[in-house]
């Protein structure tokens, strides 16, 4: 969603912001577990619905990566870890993104708080 919209949605009512959220998080949650479905060909658990329905890793990075360019997060880098593997993993360029940390900017602040 552009920001335009995201900041749209955040003036309109307390009321009418959880209907909207709440409706996209279903609307969603359904799309999701309906191509799931698909994929397994019509039966599956719970369980893997659950797996399904979490949003896939790229699609988190895109949405992460778009939430920094609209200035709502910023990535926070952890402290950097001494010791001979962290310094070779680092040598040969290798990202430990999988422990990165994100916090909300002022702006991300205010807008989060009107949603």
Excluded at 18 to 29: A, D
Excluded at 56 to 77: H, M, P, T, Y
Excluded at 78 to 89: F, I
């Amino acid at each position: 969603m552009p920001i335009g919209k995201i900041k749209d949605a955040a003036k309109q009512d307390p009321e009418v912001r959880k209907q909207i959220l709440n409706t996209v998080e279903e609307i969603y949650i359904q799309l999701a577990s309906l191509r799931s479905l698909l994929k397994a060909d019509g039966t599956t658990s719970i369980k893997e619905l659950k797996k399904n329905v979490t949003p896939k890793e790229k699609n988190l990075e895109r949405a992460i990566s778009s939430c920094i360019e609209q200035g709502l997060i910023e990535k926070v880098d952890p402290p950097q870890r001494n010791g001979l593997l962290p310094m070779l993993l680092r040598l040969i360029g290798f990202s430990m993104d999988v422990n990165a940390s994100y916090r909300l900017t002022k702006e991300g602040r205010v807008l989060a708080e009107k949603l």
